[in-house]
């Protein structure tokens, strides 16, 4: 099968609260659908959602890029029969693309042969799959808000609660992670996430004087991340990588390391996280996959990623998703009780409401 033409479309999605990134207030997300279209009438979808403060690239660069990684993809073949990831991915791996342009391009090219091979996209990314992911609850705001929140999502069926910390005062964060871990029921975990905001003696403070039993790791809880092995040696809180992966993958460094935060969007694609996850997993550290408020199709993505990369009891980090006032997909994806089937997800092909996007496409 041959790709025959290749399609753009932006889109700018209301979120339902603002969100602030590294102080940037956003009220909308933008992004590019991108549409490949087979010679045999098959298409496959991807998103490239580059996310402000956290992407080098941004929408603008991006869009003078697609005359030219649209023309790229016209006349990539797909092999009739199911063959490898690697053999399906091959013709973008000469290809220089942005990090978020990558996860795109290589999505729609899975939804496509998962389309020609009458397969799922989870299958063609793994051989052993698990048939649900659960995800964490992602609660942000004030004390008291974060604190409903955490009533609610317990209340829903949530299991693990995900709270950013270091954005005020360290006697706040405290106070604040305290009441939810009273909140949490003995089944529950909860995940922190400093953003690397903390210095060396904030965090190991903080780390000394929160009830710690519930959590299951704290995100980048420093500034200087060359700080971190002292901080893992005198304190009990296990450590996650999240900022500090970026542009950096050297597995010596990840020693002591309870979990990685794999973000394809940031991390450049399907293949990049498959491998850091294959890597992790040899070290003994858990891969947690992690979306960056991508649109429904990304999301859809990461979902099949999770399930296929997961070891059932981790929580994927893509409750990024409830931020969304409007999607692309006309049904939105059922999370329900943190947890998404994947047979709820794969059984229809995702319908696009093409009538609220941009087309963009270079011809
Ligand atoms: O700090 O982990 C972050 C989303 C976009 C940019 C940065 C981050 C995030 C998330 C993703 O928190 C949601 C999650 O990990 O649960
Ligand atoms: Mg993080």
Redesign the pocket.
């Known amino acids: 099968m041959r790709i025959v033409a290749c399609e753009v479309w932006g889109y700018t999605l209301p979120l339902i609260n603002p969100l602030s ?1 590294k102080g940037l207030s956003i009220h909308f997300r933008s992004g590019f659908l991108i549409k490949c279209i087979a010679e045999s009438g098959g298409v496959g979808w991807g998103d490239i959602a580059p ?1 402000p403060q ?1 992407s080098s690239e941004t929408w603008e660069t991006i869009k003078e890029q697609v005359p030219e990684f649209t023309q790229n993809m016209i006349g990539v073949t797909i092999d009739k029969t199911t063959v490898s990831l690697e053999r399906l991915l091959e013709p973008l791996s000469t290809m220089t693309l942005y990090p978020s342009v990558r996860f795109g391009l290589e999505t729609a090219m899975c939804n496509l042969a998962a389309e020609e091979w009458a397969t799922s996209v989870s299958s063609i990314l793994s051989t052993r799959i698990n048939d649900f992911v659960f995800i ?1 609850a ?1 609660l942000t705001g004030g004390m008291d808000t974060i604190c409903e929140s955490a009533e609610q999502a317990k209340h829903n069926g949530y299991k693990t609660l ?1 709270v ?1 910390v270091g954005q005020g005062a360290l006697v706040d964060d405290i106070e604040c992670i305290n009441k939810v871990c009273d909140i949490a029921n003995k089944d529950m975990t909860i ?1 922190l ?1 400093a ?1 690397q905001a903390w210095t060396l003696d904030e965090a190991l403070t903080f780390s000394r004087t929160i009830q710690s039993d519930k959590v299951e790791y704290i ?1 980048e809880p420093l500034k200087a991340s060359e700080d971190l092995a002292v901080f893992m040696a005198e304190s009990s809180l296990p450590v996650a990588l ?2 500090s992966l970026i542009n950096r993958s050297n597995i010596e460094d990840w020693q002591g390391i309870k979990a990685v ?1 794999i ?1 394809p969007t940031l991390l450049g694609g399907i293949l990049q996280a498959l491998n850091l996850s294959n890597k992790a997993r040899s070290l003994g550290i858990r891969s ?1 996959i ?4 991508e649109s429904g199709v990304g999301i859809c993505a990461l979902v099949q990623l999770a399930a296929a990369i997961g070891d059932r009891v981790t929580s994927a ?4 998703y409830r931020w969304l006032k409007k999607d692309v997909l006309s049904m939105p994806i059922p999370f329900r009780g943190g947890c998404i089937k994947l047979d709820e997800l794969e059984k229809s092909p995702p319908e696009i409401r093409c009538e609220e996007l941009q087309d963009l496409t270079y011809d």
């Open positions: 990134l996310i956290f964490n992602l995900k950013k995940r996430d953003n995100e999240d900022e935060i973000k947690v992690s979306s960056t408020f980090g893509l409750d990024t």
